[in-house]
């Protein structure tokens, strides 16, 4: 979904007059026509569940106590997800960790001068760098597979150590790789190429609603969810937790980021579709759950 079609659900559900949702969602008559016509579903769909999401936060936090909890699926003996998802493309490697000169910023320090950053130099990072931000953030410093387990342990918590985030990186500016939207993966630690077609850093851009920050950072980190991990351990309260991972993920990026003089800035608001569509993701399985850009600083 681009920010149009966005616009024009969101002020048409709203109860805009026709011109102020051309005005609005900034489009023309021959846009709001097309969408009149090829959207009626998408609107019946908003209407039907608006009176359900207007409480669901509450109802979330309500129905996720331990009062409604089922035996999960690990108890009942289903089998295990994997530890990190198979991902195929062209492998780009990453300076090992072992080789890495760790950064000698004090710990109080990066916490004292944390904030959030939008505003980056031209610089390029260099891969030792990024090594390191992933290294922080998102690295398996262990990880141990038997039939009925799958787990990896990180610089992170995670709740169980399931660790059903994962990472992808939109590279804009990194010494010796080429822009493109890139995986992770925090057992090899390695970069697996995912898309590197012209339109993907526009997307993502589009998908975080135009925030300039995305377009001028050296690298975006975007986090992704693969609730199973979590649920198969602890059923629906896990949703609870997917969220919970994400922020400490997020705060090693920024504490890693002041520490080799670069800065951070999460964002929450994106487009849900837009961004689970750039990605190739279902939005069910997977989906989009946070994201953080980061550059060097001005
Ligand atoms: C969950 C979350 C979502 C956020 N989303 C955005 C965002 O979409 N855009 C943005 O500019 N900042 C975003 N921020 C950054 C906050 O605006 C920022 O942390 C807050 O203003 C406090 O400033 P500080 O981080 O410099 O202390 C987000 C922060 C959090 C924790």
Same mark, same amino acid.
């Given at each position: 979904?681009?920010?149009?079609?966005?616009?024009?659900?969101?002020?048409?559900?709203?109860?805009?007059?026709?011109?102020?949702?051309?005005?609005?969602?900034?489009?023309?008559?021959?846009?709001?026509? !097309? !969408?009149?016509?090829?959207?009626?579903?998408? =609107?019946?769909?908003?209407?039907?569940?608006?009176?359900?999401?207007?409480?669901?936060?509450?109802?979330? #936090?309500?129905?996720?106590?331990?009062?409604?909890?089922?035996?999960?699926?690990?108890?009942?003996?289903?089998?295990?997800?994997?530890? #990190?998802?198979?991902?195929?493309?062209?492998?780009?490697?990453?300076?090992?960790?072992?080789?890495?000169?760790?950064?000698?910023?004090?710990?109080?320090?990066?916490?004292?001068?944390?904030?959030?950053?939008?505003?980056?130099?031209?610089?390029?990072?260099?891969?030792?760098?990024?090594?390191? =931000?992933?290294?922080?953030?998102?690295?398996?410093?262990? !990880?141990?597979?038997?039939?009925?387990?799958?787990?990896?342990?990180?610089?992170?918590?995670?709740?169980?150590?399931?660790?059903?985030?994962?990472?992808? @990186?939109?590279?804009?500016?990194?010494?010796?790789?080429?822009?493109? @939207?890139?995986?992770?993966?925090?057992?090899? /630690?390695? =970069?697996?190429?995912?898309?590197?077609?012209?339109?993907?850093?526009?997307?993502? /851009?589009?998908?975080?609603?135009?925030?300039?920050?995305?377009?001028?950072?050296? #690298?975006?980190?975007?986090?992704?969810?693969?609730?199973?991990?979590? #649920?198969?351990?602890?059923?629906?309260?896990?949703?609870?937790?997917?969220?919970?991972?994400?922020? /400490?993920? $997020?705060?090693?990026? /920024? =504490?890693?980021?002041?520490?080799?003089?670069?800065?951070?800035?999460?964002? $929450?608001?994106?487009?849900?579709?837009?961004?689970?569509?750039?990605?190739?993701?279902?939005?069910?399985?997977?989906?989009?759950?946070?994201?953080?850009?980061?550059?060097?600083?001005?």
């Amino acid at each position: 979904m681009d920010m149009k079609t966005f616009g024009y659900l969101y002020y048409k559900t709203r109860g805009y007059a026709h011109d102020d949702i051309l005005k609005n969602a900034e489009i023309t008559e021959e846009e709001y026509e !097309f !969408f009149e016509k090829n959207l009626q579903d998408v =609107l019946k769909e908003i209407e039907t569940l608006r009176p359900v999401a207007e409480n669901i936060g509450q109802d979330f #936090v309500r129905l996720t106590r331990y009062i409604y909890e089922r035996e999960s699926d690990q108890t009942l003996g289903v089998q295990r997800p994997d530890a #990190v998802k198979a991902r195929v493309g062209e492998i780009v490697s990453l300076p090992a960790i072992g080789t890495l000169t760790m950064p000698d910023m004090p710990l109080a320090k990066a916490i004292e001068q944390r904030r959030s950053r939008r505003e980056y130099s031209q610089e390029a990072l260099k891969q030792e760098e990024l090594s390191f =931000l992933l290294w922080a953030s998102s690295w398996a410093r262990d !990880f141990r597979s038997t039939e009925r387990m799958e787990l990896t342990f990180r610089n992170v918590p995670s709740a169980g150590s399931r660790h059903p985030i994962e990472t992808f @990186l939109d590279i804009r500016r990194v010494e010796g790789i080429k822009p493109g @939207l890139y995986y992770y993966h925090p057992i090899k /630690h390695c =970069l697996i190429l995912y898309d590197n077609s012209e339109q993907i850093a526009a997307k993502i /851009h589009e998908g975080c609603m135009f925030q300039e920050m995305i377009s001028n950072a050296a #690298v975006n980190f975007i986090l992704t969810a693969v609730p199973y991990r979590t #649920v198969w351990r602890y059923g629906q309260r896990g949703y609870r937790y997917l969220y919970l991972d994400a922020g /400490h993920i $997020g705060q090693n990026i /920024h =504490l890693a980021a002041e520490a080799i003089d670069a800065g951070a800035c999460m964002i $929450g608001a994106f487009l849900d579709e837009a961004m689970n569509e750039a990605l190739g993701l279902d939005g069910i399985e997977e989906f989009v759950i946070y994201i953080s850009s980061v550059g060097k600083k001005p």
